[in-house]
Every structure is written in C-alpha cells, then in structure tokens.
T-cell receptor, first 118, second 112 residues
Framework: GAVVSQHPSRVICKSGTSVKIECRSL??????MFWYRQFPKKSLMLMAT?????????EQGVEKDKFLINHASLTLSTLTVTSAHPEDSSFYIC??????????????FGSGTQLSVL | EDKVVQSPLSLVVHEGDTVTLNCSYE??????LLWYKQEKKAPTFLFML????IEKKSGRLSSILDKKELFSILNITATQTGDSAVYLC????????????FGKGTLLTVNP
C-alpha cells in the first residue's frame, strides 16, 4: 500500500512555543491530506482537510490560527501548533488519499506524532 | 450529523477464538466503509467496502457490508495474540468531497 511518513514521532515542548509536524506521501502524490487528533481511548477526530495550493478546510471548533496548515507541494503537508498549551497535548495523525488504481478511496495514515506540552 | 457506532467497545478472548466486531452507521451520502487496525501508533488499512453482500477476505479476517440495514461486521477467526489492537470502522460520507467519520473503535485483547 501507499506510504505516508510523519515526523517527528514524539515531541516535548514548553508552553508557549510552536511545534511543526510534517506529513509526506512517499510514493504517491496527494492533493488532499487530512489531519486528525486522537485523545487516549478515543477515536480519531478530523481537525482539517489540507488542500495542495489552497487554504485548508477546518472542522467546526478547530481554531485555524492555532493549528496552521500548509500544503505547498503534492507530497508535503505541515501542521504547526502555535503557542502550544498543555491542553494541546495529544496524538496527531496525518493521512492522505492515494488516487491510484487499486487504492482509490482508501486513506493511508502516517505513524503519528505524540505531542506533550509542559 | 453523521454517526458511526461500533460495538462492543472492548472484548477479551482467548487465542483460537472467533470474534465478530460490529459497526453501524447513519450518514448522508454514503460512499464506502473502511476498517482499520490500530496498534500503538497509526491505523493500518484492512478493508474497504462499497457494495452490500460481497465479503472481503484477507487471511483470517473477513468483512461484509449491509447497506440496507446500515451495518458492517468484521470477523477474525482463530485469533492470535498479535490480533490485539483497536479496530476502527470509518465511513466515507463526504459525497463529492472525501470525509471519513470514525467510530470509537473496539479494543480487542487476545490472551494466550
């Protein structure tokens, strides 16, 4: 299947700092990528849809100025958590669609980033 | 609001048992239903179902969709400890846009 790489896998930062998370599609081009957040023992919650070359679409309740998304190329989307606070601590996962033959309609996930804000 | 409900929320079995995980949904613009296995990190893709009554099979895992009754099941036969994970059901309900709504998952624990 398609490979999505996410980096870093774990980050610990001080309150008030900004953290950037990268998501790359390694063997396919992704015009659309998705960013999810997952709390312990909870399901994946869609935060935003990242569109290559245009503004991201945010889900209701997600602050776009807090979670900055950039999708400057067909293989890279970044999520920046600005002025992080302890309540932003969570597991963030990116995903991408591979529209190739045999994989269209399937979403492939990165390995996730565990963010801990002290 | 689109809704995906999985049951049971957790399940403990012994190696060799057969398990059935359930997923029901209420969504507009249904396009497909997907099953994922999540161990420690990111979910890994298992199946995508779009048509009713057609069983998808991969080794000991199989899944089927009923679009009339709005549910899907995931079966795992001869379970192994390596099957222990959270199994997530998601429905693509975005119409022309792609949007996955996830259930809360079923935590499966297989004891030796």
């Amino acid at each position: 299947g398609a490979v999505v790489s996410q980096h870093p896998s774990r980050v610990i930062c001080k309150s008030g700092t900004s953290v950037k998370i990268e998501c790359r599609s390694l063997d396919f081009q992704a015009t659309t990528m998705f960013w999810y957040r997952q709390f312990p023992k909870k399901s994946l919650m869609l935060m935003a849809t990242s569109n290559e070359g245009s503004k991201a679409t945010y889900e209701q309740g997600v602050e776009k100025d807090k979670f900055l998304i950039n999708h400057a190329s067909l293989t890279l989307s970044t999520l920046t958590v600005t002025s992080a606070h302890p309540e932003d601590s969570s597991f963030y996962i990116c995903s991408a669609r591979d529209l190739g033959v045999g994989t269209a309609g399937k979403l492939f996930f990165g390995s996730g980033t565990q963010l801990s804000v002290l | 609001e689109d809704k995906v409900v999985q049951s049971p929320l957790s399940l403990v079995v012994h190696e060799g048992d057969t398990v059935t995980l359930n997923c029901s949904y209420e969504v507009t613009n249904f396009r497909s239903l997907l099953w994922y296995k999540q161990e420690k990190k990111a979910p890994t893709f298992l199946f995508m179902l779009t048509s009713s009554g057609i069983e998808k099979k991969s080794g000991r895992l199989s899944s089927i969709l009923d679009k009339k009754e709005l549910f899907s099941i995931l079966n795992i036969t001869a379970t192994q400890t390596g099957d222990s994970a959270v199994y997530l059901c998601a429905v693509n309900s975005g119409g022309s846009n792609y949007k996955l709504t996830f259930g809360k998952g079923t935590l499966l624990t297989v004891n030796p």
